[in-house]
């Protein structure tokens, strides 16, 4: 396993999008960064939970209802 944490990983590919950004303003940041890995998260939290709504929903923090939503939401029904 990666000795890496999440929080270094997204800091390191944040660092490089503002280099590859050129000194270009950023536009919409937030929202990209939650778009992006949502979905990850989700794809592997459902994968980990042998695809459990319920169980992946708990272990998100998350209402059943609501996962369902950002599960349709990435096209991951």
């Known amino acids: 396993m990666s000795k890496k944490s999440i929080e ?6 944040l660092q ?3 280099r590859d950004l050129g000194g270009e303003t950023p536009d919409g940041m937030y929202s990209m960064v939650v778009r992006l890995v949502e979905k990850p998260l989700l ?3 459902m994968q980990q939970a ?4 319920s ?7 998350l209402n059943r209802n609501t996962l369902r939503k950002k599960l349709a939401l990435h096209k991951l029904l």
Do not use: C, H, I, T
Request: proline content about 0%; aromatic content about 14%; glycine content about 8%.
């Open 8 to 13: 270094e990983s997204v800091r390191e590919s």
């Open 16 to 18: 490089g999008y503002f």
């Open 43 to 45: 794809e592997v939290v």
């Open 50 to 53: 042998d695809n459990n709504q």
């Open 55 to 61: 169980r992946a929903a708990q272990w998100l923090g």
